[in-house]
């Protein structure tokens, strides 16, 4: 973990050094997803609903899943710019290193620009809170700590997976993006939304549904039954960076270099 | 005219280079365009009034978005442009013996149409044999798709007129990031990607009536599925080739201009 943070201390360094670069493009990264919000606002604006639910209740859901997206795009860019470290051979050097390939991965990358993005999802989340008539008890905000928690372990765990696949393609995969943009894209709704295949592909498969809707129900209050289970439920949804963990072992150990 | 015509083949066979990039790109703009469509759907189930424009139509105008992405997004961008002009390599670029904005204009012109061939054909067709909710609609008319395949051509000129502006910014700032960033959230956002132009509050309309993005979209794309016809659409592409040649007219002044005082340094 020190590695890592040391790792962190020379990325920051280093990405100051253009200062002005630096400046826009964190505000760069703060208006882009503005402007999707704002879309998000001006639909509500013209339509007052989407299913039952009212705009402060999808700006919380949206609030955390671009929260979860914006942290694992800062501390996991390594693995979403790994095609590079295979092209370049650099992954050679991470091998032969006494540490593990997966904080040296980790700490090749850092997008210090990502913060734009991050102080926006933290005003509409914050607005979101401010709006909707919720009675916080400790639970629900147990609840909404894990839920941003486990969405940053499942980005990481796509953008490991995707990583791995660059063992035996030594190319980046466009298709990641599905799971990754499309999968923040998507989950800024309450799922329900969507066609039940959709919703369960998204709650079974790659499991967005346990982090953002089913506790989100609880946090509304819409759901019965037993507050704790809906608390364990991101935790569950965060399991899912276990298989992608070993996934990349295996690849690890299957690597052939490209020799450059 | 002839250097830049086979510029552009040049460009067409190089851009098909990249086939499987290309087939990875229409499954995801696939998936998006399916999640787009289902938010909308879930929108106008409970709309209390009518919108201003029906839900065939809005999944038509999303399905015509995605096919036809890189003739309307700004990020789609050369990042070959953007180095030769920070770098001072464009001191060979002016040794050549044409003019630099309709060799550059032929240059972005062929990236995208290649781009676009590509994408656009399985994305289209694909889209048309949808279940009917999803299903890509034909247009009304033979008259509507021919006045389709106008707008949305004179749209990409008029995009590659608007990303000259970008290029020539580079010039002044020397780092493209700001300017594209502006470029890019602006122009996507007034072009009708982020949300459908019929759907804006009038006041947010108005703007983008006023804007050239739009023109560069959102209109051909309402022309195909019949939201804008007749009179309307001949009037629109009126506008759209007054825009693209005061924006041409006025990007080859600002070319030039700033081409005077290029100062190249050694190297």
């Known amino acids: 973990m020190r590695l890592y943070f040391k790792y962190l201390q020379i990325l920051f360094k280093s990405q100051m050094q253009y200062r002005t670069s630096f400046l826009l493009l964190s505000l760069g990264q703060f208006f882009i997803p503005f402007a999707i919000f704002a879309g998000l606002y001006l639909l509500f604006e013209r339509f007052g609903q989407i299913k039952g639910w009212q705009l402060f209740e999808v700006a ?5 899943i671009h929260m979860a997206f914006a942290l694992s795009e800062c501390f996991a860019r390594g693995f979403d710019t790994f095609s590079s470290l295979i092209i370049k051979g650099d992954f050679d050097r991470l091998l032969v290193r006494p540490r593990s390939t997966f904080v040296q991965v980790l700490g090749s990358q850092f997008e210090f620009t990502r913060f734009g993005r991050l102080l926006q999802s933290l005003f509409v989340l914050i607005w979101a809170v401010m709006n909707l008539p919720i009675d916080w008890t400790p639970i629900k905000m147990l609840t909404l700590i894990f839920m941003i928690i486990s969405g940053v372990l499942i980005f990481t765990g796509i953008y490991m997976l995707a990583a791995t696949m660059c063992f035996w393609t030594v190319q980046g995969l466009e298709v990641a993006n599905i799971f990754t943009d499309g999968g923040r894209e998507m989950a800024q709704y309450p799922l329900n939304i969507y066609q039940k295949w959709v919703s369960r592909f998204f709650t079974y498969v790659i499991p967005f549904g346990t982090v953002n809707y089913l506790p989100l129900l609880y946090i509304l209050g819409k759901s019965e039954g037993d507050g704790v289970l809906y608390l364990l439920t991101p935790v569950a949804g965060s399991l899912f960076i276990l298989p992608c963990f070993l996934v990349w072992q295996f690849g690890v150990r299957h690597y052939r270099s490209t020799g450059s | 005219m002839r250097p830049y015509v086979s510029f552009l083949k040049l460009r067409l066979n190089m851009g098909m280079q990249y086939r499987t990039g290309a087939f990875a790109g229409v499954a995801t703009q696939f998936f998006w365009g399916i999640i787009i469509i289902m938010v909308f759907e879930a929108f106008y189930q409970h709309a209390t009034k009518t919108p201003p424009i029906s839900l065939p139509q809005i999944i038509t105008y999303v399905w015509l978005q995605q096919a036809f992405l890189v003739f309307v997004t700004m990020w789609f961008r050369d990042n070959e442009l953007f180095e030769l002009i920070t770098s001072g390599n464009i001191a060979y670029e002016l040794c050549r013996p044409w003019e630099l904005y309709g060799f550059w204009y032929a240059k972005l012109l062929a990236q ?3 781009s676009a061939l590509l994408r656009c054909f399985p994305i289209l067709i694909i889209a048309l044999f949808l279940p009917a909710t999803y299903r890509l609609t034909i247009p009304p008319s033979v008259t509507t798709l021919i006045l389709f395949i106008i707008t949305l051509l004179l749209g990409l000129l008029l995009l590659i007129a ?3 502006f970008l290029y020539i910014s580079v010039f002044v700032t020397m780092s493209p990031v700001g300017s594209l960033l502006l470029f890019s959230v602006l122009g996507e956002f007034f072009a009708g990607l982020i949300i459908p132009v019929p759907l804006m509050p009038s006041w947010l309309q108005t703007i983008a009536n006023i804007l050239p993005f739009r023109w560069t979209a959102d209109f051909p794309f309402r022309v195909y599925s ?17 825009y693209l040649a005061v924006l041409v007219v006025l990007g080859r002044c600002a070319l030039n201009l700033i081409l005077r005082k290029v100062v190249v340094q050694g190297g």
């Not at chain 2, 019949?226 to 007054?242: E, K, R, T």
């Open chain 1, 60 to 64: 919380l859901c949206f609030g955390i």
């Open chain 2, 112 to 114: 995208r149409l290649s």
């Open chain 2, 162 to 164: 608007i990303s000259m």
């Open chain 2, 226 to 242: 019949g939201h804008i016809s007749g009179q309307a659409a001949i009037n629109g592409i009126l506008i759209q080739l007054a």
